[in-house]
Antibody
Framework: EVQLVESGGGLVQPGRSLRLSCAAS????????MHWVRQAPGKGLEWVSSISWNSGDIGYADSVKGRFTISRDNARNSLYLQMNSLRPEDTALYYC????????????WGKGTTVTVSS | AIQMTQSPSSLSASVGDRVTITCRASEDIRNALNWYQQKAGRAPKLLIYAVSTLQSGVPLRFSGSGSGTDFTLTISSLQSEDFAAYYC?????????FGGGTRVESK
C-alpha cells in the first residue's frame, strides 16, 4: 500500500525553527518528485515547496522562500521540510504529497502534521 | 507569480444537477492545470490533471476542459458524495499556485 506519513509538527514560538518529515512506503520513492502543501485553519490549499526525484529541481512559494528548505533522502525514503524564522501565518496543517509519475502533484497524500506558531 | 482565479467561491446544488466550476490563469499555462477535491477533515484528492486526464478511479461524471488561461471542471450529474471543496492548481512554473477554491453545498 502506498503511504505517506508526516511527523514533526507542534507548537513553536515565532522566530523559532521546526523540521517536518514525511516517511514514504509502498512505492519506489526515488522515482518521484515530492511536494509540501499546507492549509491554514479554515482556509484554502497553499503549495509550499517541491523537489524533483534527484533534488536537482526545487521550488518554493514566495511566502516561504529564504526561510524554508526542502530536502529528501532517497536511501531513507524520506522527505523533509526545514522551517526557520517561523511566523504566525505559517500556522497550518502541512501535507506531504507525491506526484503522478512525470506529472501532477497530489497522486497520494499523507494525513498531515499540524504546525502552530504562537507565543 | 501566476494567479489562479476560481469561480464561484461557493455554490448550492442538488443531486443530479450539472455543476460547472471555472478557473482563470493570469497568463497562458498551456495545459498545466489540475483539479482537486477536498472533503471536510480529509486530505485533498487529485481528480483531473493536464486539463482533462481523469485520475485513476475518479468517476466519469467528472470532466475537465480548457486551454491557455480558461479552464472548467464539470460534474455532469452531482452525487451526494460530491459535496466538497474543489481547487484548481497550475504547475506550469514555479511558484505553483492554487485557486481560491469552490465549496459545493447541498441546496
Amino acid at each position: 500500500e502506498v503511504q505517506l506519513v508526516e511527523s514533526g509538527g507542534g507548537l513553536v514560538q515565532p522566530g523559532r525553527s521546526l523540521r517536518l518529515s514525511c516517511a514514504a512506503s509502498g512505492f519506489t520513492f526515488d522515482d518521484y518528485a515530492m511536494h509540501w502543501v499546507r492549509q491554514a485553519p479554515g482556509k484554502g490549499l497553499e503549495w509550499v515547496s517541491s523537489i524533483s526525484w534527484n533534488s536537482g529541481d526545487i521550488g518554493y512559494a514566495d511566502s516561504v522562500k529564504g526561510r524554508f528548505t526542502i530536502s529528501r533522502d532517497n536511501a531513507r525514503n524520506s522527505l523533509y521540510l526545514q522551517m526557520n524564522s517561523l511566523r504566525p501565518e505559517d500556522t497550518a496543517l502541512y501535507y506531504c504529497t507525491k506526484e503522478v509519475l512525470g506529472g501532477a502533484l497530489g497522486d497520494v497524500w499523507g494525513k498531515g502534521t499540524t504546525v502552530t506558531v504562537s507565543s | 507569480a501566476i494567479q489562479m482565479t476560481q469561480s464561484p467561491s461557493s455554490l448550492s446544488a442538488s443531486v443530479g444537477d450539472r455543476v460547472t466550476i471555472t478557473c482563470r490563469a493570469s497568463e497562458d499555462i498551456r495545459n498545466a492545470l489540475n483539479w482537486y477535491q477536498q472533503k471536510a477533515g480529509r486530505a485533498p484528492k487529485l481528480l483531473i490533471y493536464a486539463v482533462s486526464t481523469l485520475q485513476s478511479g475518479v468517476p466519469l461524471r467528472f470532466s475537465g476542459s480548457g486551454s491557455g488561461t480558461d479552464f472548467t471542471l464539470t460534474i455532469s450529474s452531482l452525487q451526494s458524495e460530491d459535496f466538497a471543496a474543489y481547487y484548481c492548481l497550475q504547475d506550469f512554473n514555479y511558484p505553483i499556485t492554487f485557486g481560491g477554491g469552490t465549496r459545493v453545498e447541498s441546496k
